[in-house]
C-alpha cells in the first residue's frame, strides 16, 4: 500500500529525497509521515503532514528536512538537506488512509528504505 524510495548513503552535509506512494483502492488520505528507527533506539517521528499541508517536524531535523505531499499523485515526500551522521537510519513512511467504502481510517506502514551518512 505504501512503497518508500530514495534511500541511499551521502556524506556529511549531502541531501536526499526520499518519496513514498500510496497505492490501492483509495478514497482519501489524512495525516502523511516519516519516521526513523537507528540502530539499537527506537523508531521516532520525523515529520508529520496533514492533508491540508500543516507540518510537524522533531526538533533534531528542524530548519534540515522538509516533509511536503502531492495529494494528486497519494505521495509524500521528505527532503533531507545539511545530514548529518546521526540521521543515519531506517526510514518508513506512515499514512491514515480511508479506502473507497469504508468510515474509518486504517494506518499503514510502508517498507523502510535505510539512509547511511558518513563523516
Known amino acids: 500500500q505504501l512503497q518508500a524510495s530514495g534511500g541511499g548513503s551521502v556524506q556529511a552535509g549531502g541531501s536526499l529525497r526520499l518519496s513514498c506512494a500510496a497505492s490501492?483502492?483509495?478514497?482519501?488520505?489524512?495525516?502523511m509521515g516519516w519516521y526513523r528507527q537507528a540502530p539499537g533506539k527506537q523508531r521516532e517521528l520525523v515529520a508529520t503532514?496533514?492533508?491540508?499541508?500543516?507540518?510537524n517536524y522533531v526538533d533534531s531535523v528542524k530548519g534540515r528536512f522538509t516533509i511536503s505531499r502531492d495529494n494528486a499523485k497519494n505521495t509524500v515526500y521528505l527532503q533531507m538537506n545539511l545530514l548529518k551522521p546521526e540521521d543515519t537510519a531506517v526510514y518508513y513512511c506512515?499514512?491514515?488512509?480511508?479506502?473507497?467504502?469504508?468510515?474509518?481510517?486504517?494506518?499503514?506502514w510502508g517498507k523502510g528504505t535505510l539512509v547511511t551518512v558518513s563523516s
Open positions: 503532514i496533514s492533508r491540508g499541508g500543516i507540518t
Open positions: 506512515n499514512a491514515d488512509i480511508r479506502d473507497r467504502g469504508s468510515v474509518y481510517d486504517k494506518n499503514y
Open positions: 490501492g483502492n483509495i478514497f482519501s488520505i489524512n495525516v
